[in-house]
């Protein structure tokens, strides 16, 4: 075999040895595109998802759907299962038919309390001494009615009232215990209650009633009283027998 031949023979082998080095890079890119087109199923907003909406209130209201998109649309964190979800909070807005993806949520703790308000309710802190406020009793989760002394004024000829103002407000954050030194120093307590009669009766009594304390309600099965309004006079007769209520017939307290 001639030198000339020779690297004929060579040159015939190198091109076919590219050739098929071409062949096989396009058949894996073409099985690489064939895989990256394939269809997947993710969970889409059905609707706008707004910030502090848990997880659970979501997979509750079917507020996400199934969509089938393709793989290389998939965005990063994407949720395959809505008990991904569950036990989270978002914290961005979800647009519509957006994928929904673990980045937008946190877990109820990182938002604080922030992750109890939803719908109307509103967080305000009710700030008074330790013995309003139950300092070193109240906890997060807590619930408590607000009790007041007040004058309704107007045409009230019995002096100042006293009933309970607000009731079941959900105790946010509580106010730190004072080592029993009751009436020394501010202590607020954060609760939610609803944006409109609840924050305002509450807002009035704290700055101008006589006199206010909170309630600790049951853990569970708390029950409420029916609405009921106490006076000075209220208070001298009940419970006092007809004979002895002749007897205030002059001097009797309004």
């Known amino acids: 075999m001639t030198y000339r031949v020779r690297n004929i023979f060579i040159a015939v082998a190198l091109a076919l040895v590219a050739g098929l080095l071409s062949l096989f890079y396009v058949a894996n890119y073409k099985r690489h595109v064939q895989h990256s087109e394939k269809t997947v199923s993710v969970y889409v907003a059905k609707g706008d998802i707004p910030v502090g909406t848990s997880g659970a209130d979501i997979v509750k209201r079917h507020l996400m759907v199934t969509s089938q998109v393709t793989q290389r649309n998939v965005v990063p964190g994407a949720i395959s299962n809505p008990d991904q979800v569950a036990n989270l909070v978002s914290t961005e807005p979800i647009l519509a038919q957006e994928q929904v993806t673990l980045r937008r949520f946190a877990d109820h703790a990182e938002l604080g309390p ?15 001494d ?26 009230n000829k019995s002096g100042a009232i006293s009933r309970v103002v607000v009731r079941n407000l959900l105790v946010l954050q509580a106010s730190e215990s004072t080592g029993g030194k009751l ?36 853990v569970t099965n708390a029950t409420d009283s029916p609405e009921d309004v106490e006076s000075g006079k209220s208070l001298w007769l009940d419970g006092v027998n007809s004979a002895n209520r002749e007897h205030t017939t002059n001097g009797s307290p309004k």
Do not use: C, M, Y
């Open 183 to 218: 009436g020394a120093g501010s202590s607020p307590v954060l609760v939610a209650a609803s944006e409109q009669r609840q924050l305002q009766k509450i807002w009035w009594t704290v700055k101008n009633a006589g006199g206010w304390s909170l309630e600790l309600r049951p």
């Open 130 to 155: 330790p013995g309003q406020t139950l300092s070193g009793v109240l906890k997060p989760g807590d619930h408590v009615d607000l009790v007041s002394s007040f004058d309704p004024g107007g045409d």
């Open 114 to 128: 922030r992750a109890q308000l939803h719908g109307t309710l509103r967080a305000i802190a009710i700030e008074g």
